[in-house]
């Protein structure tokens, strides 16, 4: 893409430049993809990839390094921390939290103020078209699965497969979704159908695997490692 932001272009339309608000603050060696929309008071940290059509909202937080696919929504006021990465079309709720420090502290053990170098960052990966719901808490390091929903407010510490329907503190799977995000509905012993859609699903040993998956569906984390570098200069913002 072109490292020019053109501000009177329409910003919602893939193949587009992206929009950043005035109030958002974008690290120079962040790297935004075409179509963006960045809002108020977001905060993109360096080195961050956010992938095209990706919307991050009011007073998100995308920490360094992290790596966003095409068409996520991160709402407002969700924390993203580092080093996460999720992949294309995964929905970050409002004042939702993935974490990355398994033993958290603000001092070491004499005493002294912890810095970078005094413990390692660990990252929650959530994989193609997942659903995170609002305040819900992913707990690093954990993984999870494709077209999974994550019920509101949440605690997730441990992974969770593909296509489950978690809920509660700690989270526990009562059923599965497809990829319209509807509970899906039993219709044989191992067989599941959407109601919304129609496509079905065969679990087997607690996996959910598609039985005959729509064309188009997404490719799993095929754009974040070639999100365009771009450097946006102060006149870009409005």
């Keep these: 893409m072109s490292n020019q ?3 009177h272009t329409a910003p919602d339309r893939p193949g587009r430049p992206p929009h950043i608000a005035d109030t958002a603050d974008v690290d120079s060696l ?4 075409d179509g963006a929309l960045i809002w108020h008071l977001a905060q993109v ?11 991050l909202g009011r007073g998100s937080y995308i920490g360094p390094g992290v790596i966003l ?27 939702a939290v993935l974490t990355n420090d398994m033993f958290p502290r603000a001092i070491t053990a004499d005493g002294k103020r912890k810095d970078a170098d005094d413990w390692d ?10 659903s995170i719901g609002a305040r ?3 707990i ?55 109601p919304s859609t129609g496509e079905e699903y065969h679990e087997h040993n607690g996996v959910l695997t598609a039985v005959l998956p729509a064309s188009g569906a997404p490719a799993r984390f095929r754009s974040a490692e070639n999100v365009p570098e771009l450097r946006i200069p102060s006149e870009a913002r409005r």
Excluded at 30 to 33: K, N
Excluded at 69 to 95: H, M, R, S
Excluded at 121 to 130: E, H, K, L, P, S
């Design 5 to 7: 932001f053109h501000p």
């Design 69 to 95: 696919g095409e068409n996520c929504k991160v709402q407002n006021y969700a924390l993203v921390y580092e080093p996460a990465v999720l992949e294309d079309g995964v929905f970050i709720g409002p004042a």
């Design 30 to 33: 962040a790297r935004i993809g």
């Design 45 to 55: 940290r360096e080195h961050a990839r956010v992938g095209a059509g990706c919307i």
């Design 140 to 194: 690093a390091p954990v993984t999870i699965g494709a077209w999974a929903l994550i019920a509101a407010g949440a605690v997730v510490t441990s992974d969770v497969p593909d296509y489950a329907l978690v809920v509660g503190v700690p989270a526990r799977r009562i059923g599965w979704v497809g990829r319209a995000g509807v509970p899906l509905e039993r219709v044989g012993d191992e067989l599941f159908r959407c």
């Design 121 to 130: 960052a660990v990252g929650v990966t959530i994989r193609t078209g997942a």
């Design 136 to 138: 819900a808490v992913c």
